[in-house]
């Protein structure tokens, strides 16, 4: 049994078989000990590495979802849940990881309401990476030693909630929203009708718990975290 209770008598290459893993990092050394860290603890068919999100995007267009990946929280092309909630729409089906040298109590809790399947922090040994990926095989949420459930305010939480929810097309239309592009702009940027972005943006307002469009950009606003995320890795 592990410390979290939960079965350890299949191997985690079972588990993991025939699956490919990808790691989002843009430290090149760290990204290379993360993927021996994969190789050595799972039977990964491929480890696939990406120096940014965007990166991962396009290595994630047109193939198989990955059985696993593993998120750094400061990227070049982004920063904060915003891309982990990027991502995480892009893969649904994908657990995500975030490796993070970022700790604090409500980074972790405001990764997991975002959709991550664990947190390992990035000083772990190769031993908490093998207990992470079993846990999660096994259907479970990784949280580090020492966590404090319930530790990010409510408001916070329920901000990351919202902004989860949102599809693909809702999301790309708030981000034109915050570059203050009206609906007839944003139809053109999309190739889709004007009426259609109408009904898009009464949907994100009604998801958001908001009343205008200046309100909801407020709280996408909250998607980079900048009060969340005090430091950058």
């Known amino acids: 049994m592990t410390p979290h209770g939960l079965p350890t008598s299949d191997p985690i290459k079972q588990q993991l078989q025939q699956g490919w893993a990808l790691i989002i990092d843009d430290h090149p050394l760290f990204c290379d000990a993360l993927e021996l860290t994969l190789k050595s603890v799972a039977d990964f068919s491929e480890v696939a590495t990406a120096d940014c999100l965007e990166a991962a995007l396009q290595r994630l267009d047109g193939q198989t979802p990955p059985s696993l990946i593993l998120l750094d929280l ?130 994100i307002m009604r998801k958001l718990g908001v009343q205008s469009r200046t309100q909801a950009v407020l709280v996408a606003q909250d998607a980079k975290f900048a009060r969340v995320l005090p430091s950058s890795d």
């Open 74 to 203: 400061n990227l070049p092309d982004v920063s904060g849940l915003d891309g982990l909630m990027r991502l995480k729409r892009r893969a649904e089906k994908s657990p995500v990881v975030i490796v993070s040298s970022m700790t604090d109590n409500s980074i972790i809790n405001g990764a997991i309401v975002a959709g991550a399947s664990g947190f390992v922090p990035k000083h772990s040994r190769r031993s908490i990476f093998k207990e992470a990926i079993e846990h999660i095989a096994n259907g479970g949420i990784y949280k580090p030693s020492g966590f404090v459930e319930g530790s990010a305010s409510e408001e916070t939480g329920e901000t990351v909630s919202r902004l989860s929810s949102l599809t693909n097309q809702q999301a790309r239309i708030l981000e034109l929203i915050c570059e203050g592009k009206l609906n007839k702009q944003i139809a053109y940027d999309l190739s889709i009708a004007e009426t259609t972005v109408k009904a898009h943006v009464t949907a």
